[in-house]
């Protein structure tokens, strides 16, 4: 049976103003790799503006890792191709919290949750435990090994 890596991408998204980098992440399932091996997959986001209200959008065949502001992404599990369909209700389905104000980071947690409640992947992965991964992969891109 044909396996779809997922990802949990991070992208920076400038400084904030209390001088955090409050990176920008993504639902990611990979669904080829081109002849380079660089993963083409489909991106889960969120889009929309707090005047107008966010929404979950998504976007097939597209390279997640090839953006300059692409800064490292977590494979979270894989799925059956045959569950392809489920993932992506699942993930369009995710709560977004404070639809005003959102957090991308809040967002792809609760679609990490359902992921896992489905028993689509088989790790619970938690927003503490993906930023302590970034946070190690922030510190690769610093030094320039990423």
């Given at each position: ?44 986001t969120i889009t929309g503006s707090a005047a107008a ?7 097939g065949a597209r390279y997640f890792t090839t953006s ?79």
């Amino acid at each position: 049976m044909t396996q779809l890596r997922v990802y949990v991408a991070q992208y920076y998204n400038g400084v904030g103003p209390n001088g955090t980098r409050p990176y920008y992440w993504q639902v990611c399932i990979e669904t080829a790799l081109d002849w380079k091996l660089l993963p083409v997959a489909t991106v889960f986001t969120i889009t929309g503006s707090a005047a107008a209200g966010f929404t979950p959008s998504t976007e097939g065949a597209r390279y997640f890792t090839t953006s300059p502001l692409y800064r490292g992404s977590v494979c979270i599990g894989a799925i059956d191709i045959d569950h392809y369909a489920l993932a992506e209700t699942c993930i369009q389905s995710a709560e977004l919290y404070r639809r005003g104000c959102y957090d991308s980071q809040d967002w792809v947690e609760a679609a990490v949750r359902k992921l896992y409640a489905h028993g689509l992947i088989g790790t619970h992965w938690t927003k503490a435990v993906l930023q302590n991964e970034f946070q190690a992969m922030e510190a690769a891109w610093e030094s320039g090994d990423l």
